[in-house]
């Protein structure tokens, strides 16, 4: 969905101050310009090269799109050297004849909305405005690194997840200079100076750096770590602390094992190991292969392992339900207490404040686990 930033302004704002705000949205690359409306396709046909048919943004694509809903979407897209530009009558609407400060600001709003509503704007003669949407791509990067941060932090402490904040800072840094390149080296140096310009970094020597960093090279995958923990408390919560214990021994091996080899390693009788393997395997959260091995005896063995391919995609369906039924619990409960919300609160004495001391404390805790499943879902969604 395409938002179209349109900026109100009350009587006593300063329009200075509501520009100068627009533009550290768009120097932080919150927001950005919205693609083309109506993009320009040049008819492509068979006898053409791959290379004819690339055009100036060939730079963006790997390869030339092949569909004409990719073709239009690279066309559209606005080229990077304007994508955050401001351009000085971007925020008034106004014509070169009359300045921003020459309007009111309540004409200014009601200027924008009449503009990015007219259709015939183009046609007329006039400039076109630009219009601006938020950039969902900016918002999705920056909550991944901060998760990435808090997960360092938990597990290494907090020196270490100051180190990574400055590393993926210096290459976001790095990935506005080059488009080319998804990689960026660093000096131990240039990580220390932007180490210490961090809240809490400042008393940190290169020393302390130099450790932090081996600490993260321990941690080879931050994310794939994450998104274990995550799996494996939700094993634990749902199927006990055996059948976490099966499947936190799986997930670290990496590959099959026979249901004798689960049951001896986490000492777990066998009865109850095969017990626990079906159920996880029935609920999705176990691949299951048998084989037959010839001899005096013909005996067949039951395999165990862990297709994460196949799992992540169960356990993100999972999430989607749980936040879609934590919304429709919250929705309830507010549509259950209406008439409570609207009274005064003079008059919330008795039972009716009991009632609504209640649905405070429901309401946070529904609230609050919503935002805790927000940064699961990120964690298996947007990684």
């Known amino acids: 969905m395409t938002l179209n930033v349109l900026i109100i302004c009350t009587d006593n704002s300063d329009v200075h101050v509501v520009r100068e705000s627009f533009s ?3 120097n932080s690359r919150f927001v950005e310009r919205c693609p083309a409306p109506e993009p320009f396709l040049v008819p492509s046909t068979e006898e053409e ?4 048919r690339r ?3 060939s730079a963006k694509i790997a390869e030339a799109p092949k569909t004409i809903e990719q073709r239009a979407l690279v066309e559209a897209a606005p080229m990077e050297s304007i994508r955050f530009l401001m351009e000085n009558d971007t925020l008034t609407g106004a014509s070169k004849e009359k300045s ?6 309540a004409a200014l709003d009601e200027k924008w909305k009449q503009d990015f509503s007219d259709a015939e704007l183009s046609a007329s003669g006039k400039k076109k405005e630009i219009l601006w949407r938020v950039n969902f791509e900016e918002f999705v990067r920056r909550l991944r690194h901060k ?3 808090e997960y360092v932090r938990i597990r290494l402490g907090d ?3 100051i180190v990574l904040s400055a590393i993926l800072e210096l290459t976001r840094s790095s990935e506005t200079t080059t488009k080319t390149d998804k990689s960026a080296s660093l000096s131990i140096n240039d990580i220390y ?3 210490i310009k961090k809240d809490g970094g400042l008393g940190m020597d290169l020393e302390r750096v130099r450790a932090s960093l081996i600490q993260l090279g321990y941690l080879k995958n931050i994310i794939e770590q994450a998104q274990n923990e995550e799996v494996e408390s939700v094993v634990l919560k749902r199927y006990g602390r055996e059948a976490y214990r099966i499947f936190r021994l799986l997930s670290k091996f990496g590959r099959p094992l026979e249901t004798d080899k689960i049951s001896d390693t986490t000492f777990v009788e066998k009865k109850d190991t095969l017990k626990i393997l079906y159920k996880l395997w029935k609920d999705g959260y176990l691949h299951m292969e048998k084989v037959s091995v010839n001899g005096p005896k013909q005996t067949l063995f039951l395999l165990w392992e862990i297709n994460k391919e196949s799992l992540w995609v169960l356990v993100l369906d999972e999430m989607y339900h749980a936040a879609l039924n934590l919304r429709l619990r919250i929705t309830y409960e507010l549509d259950q207490e209406k008439e409570i919300l609207q009274l005064p609160k003079e008059k919330l004495v008795g039972e009716l404040e009991k009632r609504y001391k209640r649905l405070g404390k429901v309401r946070i805790i529904l609230e609050s686990s919503l935002m805790n499943l927000d940064g699961a879902l990120l964690l298996f969604h947007d990684f």
């Open 24 to 26: 550290r949205l768009l």
């Open 49 to 52: 090269t791959p290379a004819k």
């Open 55 to 57: 055009g100036t943004k």
């Open 100 to 105: 921003m400060e020459s309007h009111t600001l």
């Open 147 to 149: 998760a990435c941060i």
């Open 159 to 161: 020196q270490s997840g």
């Open 193 to 195: 100076d932007e180490v």
